[in-house]
């Protein structure tokens, strides 16, 4: 057999395992995974348009919220990733066992864990949330979530004061999945049905 058909059914034989496996595992992300949420419901607040989550080797997760219409956030808006970090329903505030919110006005963000009564603002020393042009970053490395290899989350963008009407939610119900692409399971996307109540500040 000559080189170019080696060459030749090697490529087609990689090709057919990827769409193989490819059809055997939906969802499948590949340590990115990307969410949407409905525009046009941001009711004053900065309107969550998709939301990136990305992960490396070290531990290191990257949330990058992408939002319509707010090249510079408004001077009362907020923006707050909660997160169930164990996926157990038991645990923190109806599961949710962190909160991490950026505040506009002051450019400072915080890391609050659920202590039973509230989430607490703990040390958390590789956070950090910058803000460029429609789009706020967060990223925080897993040691300082508990060492989670895998966590469903939501967030809310809100303007306003504690208890504010002017928010949105993404998702509007429930809550997204992500897996860490250093966990045994490949990161994915997928839909989990949680949470009701969503209201006042969380930090």
């Known amino acids: 057999m000559s ?29 990115n995974a990307d969410f949407a949420d409905a525009s046009g419901d941001g009711l004053g ?13 070290n531990g290191r997760i990257t949330f990058l919220v992408f939002v319509f219409g707010n090249i510079a956030p408004p001077a009362d808006a907020s923006v707050t990733l909660v997160l169930d970090t164990d996926r157990n329903r038991a645990t923190g505030s109806d599961g ?3 909160a991490f919110q950026f505040y506009a006005r002051s450019n400072e963000h915080a890391v609050g864990r659920w202590d039973g009564t509230q989430f607490a603002i703990v040390d958390a020393p590789t956070s950090a949330v910058t803000w460029s042009a429609l789009s706020a970053t967060f990223t925080i490395n897993r040691s300082d979530l508990g060492g989670t290899t895998g966590f469903d989350f939501w967030v809310r963008s809100t303007r306003g004061a504690p208890g504010s009407d002017e928010f949105d939610d993404a998702p509007n119900d429930g809550a997204w999945s992500y897996a860490l692409s250093t966990a045994p399971a490949i990161a994915k996307a997928t839909f989990s049905s949680a949470l009701k109540a969503r209201v006042g500040k969380v930090l």
């Open 3 to 31: 080189m170019g058909s080696r060459l030749a059914r090697a490529v087609a034989a990689t090709l057919f395992l990827l769409v193989m496996l490819a059809a055997a595992s939906p969802g499948v992300a590949r340590t």
């Open 45 to 57: 607040a900065p309107d969550i348009l998709n939301v990136s989550v990305t992960n490396d080797a």
């Open 96 to 98: 949710f066992d962190y």
